[in-house]
């Protein structure tokens, strides 16, 4: 008998995680890969399609200005079927085809390595950046859990150490606070960058399964059984897992973001207010599947005004 995660998204195999060692941003994809579910360009971008064909950031798109979805592994598209159903995809050939959008994401990326890719990589950008929307906010709250001494200046990353116990985890409220005051400073930086390059930005805190609805659809409670059967998923993160969770850390960001003078969207309240409860739209608590991605792109699409 096949599992549900067999059974229901069998592509997830293709997903490997396997991320090739770069200096100043820990890892990243690795460049040209092709296979079944998503390819890469030279600098190890997930491609993106766009209703004037393919876009990427290093290797050529359509002539003019673009925009950028910019962000860890939900914008690379974890869970897609294709590199033709992620957040950019969808946006760039169908809900705000106007100028192609690029991917511009690495997975398990904090903040700090979101802002360092901008910088390592505006080079090839030109001529024109005419938005940016930074889709983010759950891997800081997730890395909130580790030790102080893990954190140093510019917050915790992934596989920086082992893990506390339970009983040394800080609660919501304290956790709340480090993962905004971390997201809204390196958010400055890209308030800066984004001047420097003309272009709009506006803050997406990224939808998480449980901050969305209280209740998961029939597909995706299968699929999380199923992971949190063989993962320490819900271990590790139940503390941060329910709505008032989500709704908390979104005000709190929506306040630093009024600070900056930055538009924010919480897409787990939109995400929630544009689904029915019956709805499939994860494939894990982070991660969706095509048709989540697809309402993802719409609510951006229309919130920002570029459908």
Sequence with gaps: MKSPRAELVPHMEH??????????????????????????????????????????????????????????????????????????????????????????????LNSAQELMLLTLFQHLLAPEVAEIVLFSGVNNLVLSRLPAAQ???????????????????????????????????????????????GARLTFVLQPLAPWVREEPAAQEKALF??????????RLHNDIASMDVGRAYAA????????????????NEALGAATGPADWLFVDRVHCVDAGYDAVARVLADRLGTA
């Design 15 to 108: 997903y490997t995680f396997v991320l090739e060692d770069q200096p100043y941003i820990g890892f990243f994809q690795y460049g040209n890969e092709r296979t079944p579910v998503y390819s890469t360009d030279s600098c190890g971008f997930r491609v993106t399609h766009t209703a004037d064909g393919p876009a990427t950031v290093a290797d050529g798109r359509p002539p003019g200005p673009v925009r950028l979805l910019a962000g860890s592994s939900a914008v690379f598209g974890v869970g897609a079927s294709g590199d033709h159903a992620t957040v950019s995809s969808r946006l760039g050939s169908h809900h705000a085809p106007g100028l192609p959008w690029l991917n511009f994401a690495g997975q398990s």
């Design 151 to 197: 954190h140093g200046r510019h917050g915790a990353f992934f596989e920086c150490g082992p893990a506390p116990d339970a009983s040394a985890v800080p609660g919501p409220a304290e956790r709340i606070a480090h993962a905004t005051a971390l997201t809204v400073r390196h958010l400055g930086g890209w308030k800066l960058l984004a001047g420097a390059l």
């Design 225 to 234: 059984d199923e992971l949190d059967d063989v993962s320490n998923w819900r």
């Design 252 to 267: 709190a960001l929506r306040e630093g973001c009024a600070g900056l003078g930055v538009p924010f969207l919480d897409m």
